[in-house]
């Protein structure tokens, strides 16, 4: 089965820093999606992502982050200056033109310290 | 009122029970469900989705759902310890980038013991 790829698998970085998040989706896919699950909560919706711009975004989706697809293949979410509270699990997620299944990636786990 | 509940468990059953998982929602907007089973620090991995009041079965899985109660079941038959994992209920509403904006719940912790 088709599967999108997410790298790097864990990622710490100092508080203020800025990390990029990397994920392939499956290769037809259309619509792409990031979203984060910090631990012991649910899994939250960040961001939607069609034709080469967001279509959708949450509150948590605030000026700190963005997202790319700089080619063909890759889709990136960058937090500018990460924060405490941006240690996440994040997952990158696809879906073809003809819907109905929504592939997630394995994650990235964030820590920020 | 939350969007969509479910209720955390844990859930505890021996081999071979079958198991019952339940979401409520409150939004009337979302019209497809899905379930999805999510093992430690991985992917949720989708299960079952479905669009339409009524049952839809797979296998050993069996998903219902009850718009005018706003209400959606998983039902695991003959489970099996590969079974524990984590369901996360999810649903959206219909149509386009829309349709991958999934709401989750807070997700059931099932061990399934031999």
């Known amino acids: 089965e088709p599967e999108v790829t997410q790298t790097p698998s864990h990622q710490v970085t100092q508080m203020g820093q800025e990390v990029i998040l990397r994920c392939v989706p499956i290769?037809?896919?259309?619509?792409f999606y990031w979203y984060r699950q910090i631990l012991g909560q649910k899994v939250e919706f960040l961001v939607s992502?069609?034709?080469?711009?967001?279509?959708?975004k949450s509150e948590i989706f605030d000026d700190q982050f963005s997202v790319e697809r700089p080619d063909g293949s890759n889709f990136t979410l960058k937090i500018r200056s990460t924060k405490l509270e941006d240690s996440a699990m994040y997952f990158c997620?696809?879906?073809?033109?003809?819907?109905?299944?929504?592939?997630f990636g394995s994650g990235t786990q964030l820590s920020v310290l | 009122q939350k969007e969509v509940e479910q209720d955390p468990g844990p859930l505890s059953v021996p081999e071979g029970a079958i198991v019952s998982l339940n979401c409520t929602y409150s939004?009337?907007?979302?019209?497809?469900f899905m379930w999805y089973r999510q093992y430690s620090r991985k992917g949720p991995e989708l299960l079952m989705y479905?669009?339409?009041?009524g049952n839809k079965e797979d296998g050993r899985f069996t998903a219902q759902v009850d718009k005018s109660s706003k209400y959606i079941s998983l039902f695991i038959r003959d489970s099996q310890p590969s079974d524990s994992a984590t369901y996360l209920c999810?649903?959206?509403?219909?149509?386009?980038?829309?349709?991958?904006?999934?709401?989750f719940g807070q997700g059931t912790i099932l061990t399934v013991h031999p």
């Open positions: 992502f069609y034709n080469n711009e967001i279509s959708e």
């Open positions: 290769s037809n896919h259309l619509y």
């Open positions: 939004n009337s907007a979302f019209q497809y």
């Open positions: 999810a649903m959206t509403r219909a149509g386009g980038t829309s349709y991958g904006k999934l709401t």
């Open positions: 997620a696809s879906v073809g033109d003809q819907g109905e299944k929504l592939f």
């Open positions: 479905t669009y339409s009041s």
